[in-house]
């Protein structure tokens, strides 16, 4: 017991500290800013910005109560004090594109800003997919050596969770875009930010704030979700728990369920993978089915182990250990041999030789680590199974388990345990920084809940319209990615139903969105940033800055039954269809009759912006769906300005109202 309150000490100690991470950052009440020391800025001004043109900038810090601020800047001369509060904000004079320019803030001290310029800048935001670097994208080597673009001016916000909306962020400082510096800035956004600089010719600032695997409501705001019928509830708790007291219960919770709190993996020692050895005992283990997510509190290393048998016959030969969907890392041995490892979440397919296999009973060890959020092995039943000669044996079902070690940081509230938990730690203080617009990739963590995100996620919009200030910002938004392998036959697709969403939310005021279907490869996170950066451009271009340029794909605007076949007809915005590959087949339609059983279907282009749509299973056809799947394929329906039709279903749409 006096070693158990002793680790309980130095948890509670490292919680006080802060520990490196986006799930670690979480800030309690209270700790808004330290006790000034002097004159400063909100973190979000420094050398090297990007102001916005045309507009009257806010500009904000930090002082002594009442001390006076002046401001000295493109020859103009502004003054204000600090509050009562230890804040200071004034305004800007609005200016025209130029720049270098040098800015001085005077108080008790003085600030020195140097080599802003006024252009374009535009928020960086979403999950994983945004946040995907440069550094791993298609052609990264070649991307980066020629990133000289002095004129691009690059911010990247740090990862943090926040209980309470917070006034200033935790680092980050402005940088010119180089070699240098693009490589760990968001890949879309750098080709965003670059083709809009290379057609306009102006300074470009780009502030880059996403985090991984997160879902829409953590990104809204708490006057936003307290109006919410599934997360006032949560948010209302999150205002009013105690941090410490959470972070206590969490270790007697893994302690009751390891036997012990796990600081380090004993299962894996000096590269020896003694968990992985058939003839350990393993009578303290726990039970786990499998797939299943782990419990929310198991952030750190778990092994899973569970025996199959083989023939003779099927012993001599390969097999293939298909373990479905891993998150995060994995190492894999059968009979104590590795036989691969994979980094990040994905599907897990090895190839065993024969050389590890045995007649009689086998041995499968999957050690996991689990970074943040949702860990274990987390597929589906039917993708999880063992190939041999003599068929498929199913992997699902009971496992042996145990817990090795907990990550520090997991005890912390996690980015996905409450709503606002990024918004106040990374958007609220950006706001009201002056930007012409925001780009946005997300979705893939609210899949499944499509419903729910036709609420949130146009929410989310309006809410932080309202927060900047600054009208109907202009919100461009990227259409989910292809993800995991092509359907053999029509079905349901939470992805789909997802991208659904995402086009009903164009019925909002000054919105685009880039499709991106096409650009995956089957990945979660797919490496070809290059397109999807450039679709979001020439959205920005043709809406906003008014150039002469296709930026969307056919979109359905209606159908019409005759004689049996489907006639759609789609909106082309002065394009025209075609089939991208030559090929008069038109690949992606299914359409059901009465039965609502859907069928692939046929599908030919009959005019700029009509096509016909048949199956020989369906004489009387009455729904048509194009591209309904998380993975819809290779898919040829385009118009001439090589853009993708987007996806659609005439049975049922989600809508959304203006």
């Given at each position: 017991?006096?070693?158990?309150r002793?680790?309980?000490?130095?948890?509670l100690?490292?919680?006080?500290l802060?520990v490196?991470?986006a799930?670690?950052?979480?800030v309690?009440?209270?700790?808004?800013q330290d006790p000034v020391?002097?004159?400063?800025?909100?973190k979000?001004?420094?050398?090297?910005?990007v102001?916005?043109?045309?507009?009257a900038?806010a500009?904000?810090g930090?002082?002594r109560?009442?001390?006076a601020?002046?401001?000295?800047f493109?020859?103009?001369v502004?003054?204000t004090?600090?509050?009562?509060d230890g804040k200071w904000?004034?305004i800007l004079?609005v200016m025209?594109y130029?720049?270098?320019?040098t800015?001085?803030i005077?108080?008790?001290n003085?600030i020195e800003?140097t080599?802003i310029?006024?252009?374009e800048?535009?928020?960086?935001?979403?999950?994983?997919?945004?946040?995907?670097?440069v550094?791993?994208?298609d052609?990264?080597?070649?991307?980066?050596?020629?990133?000289n673009?002095?004129k691009?001016?690059?911010f990247s916000v740090?990862?943090?969770?926040?209980?309470?909306?917070?006034?200033?962020?935790?680092g980050g400082?402005?940088?010119?875009?180089?070699?240098a510096?693009?490589g760990?800035f968001?890949?879309?956004?750098?080709?965003?930010g670059?083709?809009l600089h290379q057609?306009?010719?102006?300074a470009?600032?780009l502030?880059?704030s996403?985090?991984?695997?997160?879902?829409a409501?953590?990104?809204?705001?708490?006057d936003?979700?307290?109006q919410?019928p599934?997360?006032s509830?949560?948010?209302k708790?999150l205002?009013?728990?105690d941090?410490?007291?959470?972070?206590?219960?969490?270790v007697?919770h893994?302690?009751r369920f390891?036997?012990?709190?796990?600081?380090?993996d004993?299962g894996?020692?000096?590269?020896v993978?003694v968990?992985?050895a058939?003839?350990?005992?393993?009578?303290?283990w726990?039970?786990?089915?499998v797939?299943?997510a782990?419990d929310?509190l198991?952030?750190?290393v778990?092994w899973s182990?569970k025996?199959?048998?083989?023939?003779k016959?099927e012993?001599?030969q390969p097999?293939?250990?298909?373990?479905?969907r891993i998150d995060?890392?994995?190492?894999?041995?059968?009979?104590?041999?590795?036989i691969?490892a994979?980094?990040n979440?994905?599907?897990?397919?090895y190839?065993v030789?024969a050389?590890?296999l045995k007649e009689?009973?086998n041995?499968?060890?999957v050690?996991?680590l689990n970074?943040?959020?949702?860990?274990?092995?987390?597929?589906k039943?039917?993708?999880m199974?063992i190939?041999s000669?003599?068929?498929?044996q199913s992997?699902?079902?009971?496992w042996?388990f145990k817990l090795?070690?907990?990550?520090q940081h997991?005890?912390d509230?996690?980015?996905?345990?409450?709503?606002?938990i990024l918004?106040?730690?990374?958007i609220?203080p950006?706001i009201p920084?002056?930007?012409r617009g925001i780009?946005?990739y997300?979705g893939?963590g609210n899949?499944?809940r499509a419903?729910?995100?036709?609420?949130?996620?146009?929410?989310?919009i309006?809410?932080?319209?309202?927060?900047?200030?600054?009208?109907?910002i202009?919100?461009?938004?990227?259409?989910?990615a292809?993800y995991?392998?092509?359907p053999l036959q029509p079905?349901?697709s939470?992805?789909?139903?997802?991208?659904?969403v995402q086009?009903?939310t164009l019925?909002?005021?000054?919105?685009?969105?880039?499709?991106?279907?096409?650009t995956g490869?089957?990945n979660?996170h797919?490496p070809n940033?290059?397109?999807?950066g450039?679709?979001l451009a020439l959205?920005?271009?043709a809406?906003?800055?008014?150039?002469h340029v296709?930026?969307s794909g056919p979109?359905?605007?209606?159908?019409?039954?005759v004689?049996g076949v489907a006639q759609?007809?789609f909106?082309?915005?002065?394009s025209r269809l075609q089939s991208?590959d030559g090929d008069?087949?038109i690949?992606?339609?299914?359409?059901a009759?009465s039965?609502?059983?859907y069928?692939?279907?046929?599908a030919?282009?009959t005019g700029?912006?009509?096509?016909?749509?048949?199956?020989?299973e369906?004489k009387?056809?009455l729904?048509?769906?194009y591209?309904?799947?998380d993975n819809p394929?290779s898919?040829?329906l385009?118009n001439d300005?090589?853009l993708?039709a987007?996806?659609?279903?005439t049975?049922?749409?989600i809508?959304?109202h203006?």
């Amino acid at each position: 017991m006096k070693h158990y309150r002793s680790l309980l000490t130095i948890i509670l100690f490292t919680f006080k500290l802060g520990v490196g991470g986006a799930n670690a950052q979480l800030v309690p009440e209270g700790s808004q800013q330290d006790p000034v020391k002097g004159l400063s800025l909100a973190k979000i001004f420094s050398s090297n910005m990007v102001l916005q043109q045309g507009k009257a900038n806010a500009i904000w810090g930090f002082a002594r109560q009442g001390e006076a601020v002046t401001i000295h800047f493109a020859g103009k001369v502004i003054k204000t004090k600090a509050g009562t509060d230890g804040k200071w904000k004034t305004i800007l004079p609005v200016m025209d594109y130029g720049g270098p320019y040098t800015m001085r803030i005077e108080g008790d001290n003085r600030i020195e800003l140097t080599n802003i310029m006024i252009g374009e800048v535009w928020a960086c935001t979403g999950q994983s997919n945004m946040g995907l670097q440069v550094s791993s994208v298609d052609h990264s080597e070649q991307e980066i050596a020629g990133a000289n673009y002095p004129k691009i001016r690059l911010f990247s916000v740090p990862s943090r969770l926040s209980q309470f909306p917070q006034d200033d962020l935790e680092g980050g400082h402005w940088v010119e875009c180089s070699p240098a510096t693009v490589g760990k800035f968001s890949g879309v956004g750098y080709f965003f930010g670059r083709a809009l600089h290379q057609r306009l010719n102006v300074a470009i600032g780009l502030i880059s704030s996403n985090v991984g695997g997160t879902s829409a409501e953590i990104w809204s705001s708490p006057d936003n979700m307290l109006q919410d019928p599934d997360f006032s509830g949560p948010v209302k708790k999150l205002q009013s728990i105690d941090l410490v007291k959470q972070k206590q219960d969490r270790v007697e919770h893994i302690t009751r369920f390891a036997g012990e709190f796990p600081t380090k993996d004993k299962g894996l020692l000096g590269g020896v993978a003694v968990y992985a050895a058939p003839n350990l005992d393993i009578s303290t283990w726990s039970n786990l089915q499998v797939p299943a997510a782990w419990d929310p509190l198991f952030v750190g290393v778990g092994w899973s182990r569970k025996e199959f048998m083989l023939t003779k016959e099927e012993a001599l030969q390969p097999i293939e250990i298909h373990l479905s969907r891993i998150d995060d890392d994995d190492i894999s041995y059968i009979n104590g041999e590795q036989i691969g490892a994979t980094l990040n979440v994905g599907d897990r397919v090895y190839r065993v030789p024969a050389q590890f296999l045995k007649e009689g009973r086998n041995l499968l060890t999957v050690r996991i680590l689990n970074r943040s959020g949702i860990g274990g092995m987390c597929g589906k039943a039917e993708d999880m199974f063992i190939l041999s000669s003599a068929g498929k044996q199913s992997l699902a079902g009971t496992w042996k388990f145990k817990l090795s070690e907990i990550l520090q940081h997991g005890l912390d509230i996690q980015k996905n345990d409450y709503p606002t938990i990024l918004y106040n730690g990374m958007i609220s203080p950006l706001i009201p920084f002056g930007i012409r617009g925001i780009i946005w990739y997300q979705g893939e963590g609210n899949a499944g809940r499509a419903q729910q995100y036709a609420r949130i996620f146009p929410n989310l919009i309006r809410d932080w319209r309202a927060h900047w200030g600054l009208g109907d910002i202009p919100f461009l938004f990227v259409s989910l990615a292809n993800y995991t392998r092509p359907p053999l036959q029509p079905s349901e697709s939470s992805w789909a139903e997802i991208r659904e969403v995402q086009t009903a939310t164009l019925a909002l005021p000054n919105t685009a969105m880039a499709i991106a279907m096409d650009t995956g490869d089957g990945n979660l996170h797919p490496p070809n940033k290059q397109d999807v950066g450039a679709r979001l451009a020439l959205d920005a271009l043709a809406t906003i800055y008014h150039q002469h340029v296709v930026y969307s794909g056919p979109l359905y605007k209606s159908m019409a039954i005759v004689n049996g076949v489907a006639q759609i007809t789609f909106n082309t915005m002065g394009s025209r269809l075609q089939s991208k590959d030559g090929d008069m087949d038109i690949r992606g339609f299914a359409v059901a009759g009465s039965d609502h059983h859907y069928y692939w279907a046929k599908a030919k282009i009959t005019g700029d912006n009509t096509i016909s749509v048949w199956s020989e299973e369906v004489k009387e056809p009455l729904t048509v769906r194009y591209a309904w799947a998380d993975n819809p394929g290779s898919l040829n329906l385009y118009n001439d300005a090589g853009l993708p039709a987007i996806p659609f279903r005439t049975d049922n749409p989600i809508v959304i109202h203006p």
